[in-house]
């Protein structure tokens, strides 16, 4: 069956450090892969897409990477600040039924300590 | 300026009743959805309309009926609320396969 994990519940990191996030997929043939922010009570924010045929996507502090034979994804945050707390969602897309949609890992929420 | 809005934000109602929620986007795009995210804040899509025309509809049962009015609108009719409708619904817009815009979100709570 088809499976997005995105790793840990949480995760805790200091100020100033690079955060590095996880997505793994199984049974999944993405075409693009996206990243986005969501807050407490907000709905979930664009960050970056990254196509099958790009390896890294660069944004500001922003980095992700598409393995697709590893069928993984990471998400950086360079030089990370509390304002960058928060939980972040990889969403995949989906054309099973011949239509693409996108289909969200759980997220990692993600605490930044000053 | 608000790119995706729904209205109501929170919504409180009995077992049983009929309630609506509207979307509407002001960003030109040709795709709209309705997303669920479930108290386990597990993000799953709904329903998907194209230029007005519904082209995904998961496994939702049929008390969900979403009507497009127009490009720019995608309302969400719930009938006979139950228990587990309770969750926070999400409106979005996106132009082809590209980012999605989403709405602040519906807090749905069946009491």
């Known amino acids: 069956s088809q499976k997005i994990e995105q790793n840990s519940e949480a995760l805790n990191i200091q100020e100033g450090k690079t955060a590095t996030l996880t997505c793994n997929y199984t049974?999944?043939?993405?075409?693009?892969l996206q990243w986005y922010r969501q807050d407490p009570g907000r709905g979930p924010v664009f960050l970056l897409l990254?196509?099958?045929?790009?390896k890294e996507k660069r944004k500001e502090r922003l980095k992700v990477t598409f393995d697709t034979t590893l069928k993984q994804s990471l998400f950086h945050i360079t030089a990370s600040q509390p304002a960058d707390s928060a939980t972040y969602l990889c969403a995949l897309d989906n054309r099973n039924s011949g239509y693409s949609t996108l289909t969200f890992g759980k997220g990692t929420m993600l605490l930044v300590s000053p | 300026d608000t790119a995706v809005s729904q209205t109501p934000k929170y919504l409180v109602t009995q077992m049983g009743n009929d309630k609506s929620i509207k979307c509407e986007q002001n960003l030109g795009h040709d795709t709209m959805y309705w997303y669920k995210q479930d108290s386990k804040k597990f993000l799953k899509i709904m329903f998907s309309y194209n230029n007005k025309e519904l082209i995904i509809n998961e496994t939702v049962p049929n008390r969900f009926s979403p009507k497009s009015p127009d490009k720019a609108h995608l309302n969400l009719h719930i009938n006979s609320l139950e228990l587990g409708d309770s969750a926070v619904y999400f409106c979005?817009?996106?132009?082809?396969?590209?980012?999605?815009?989403f709405g602040p979100g519906t807090r749905l709570t069946v009491l």
């Open positions: 049974n999944y043939s993405p075409a693009y």
């Open positions: 990254i196509r099958e045929n790009e």
């Open positions: 979005a817009s996106s132009q082809g396969t590209r980012a999605q815009f």
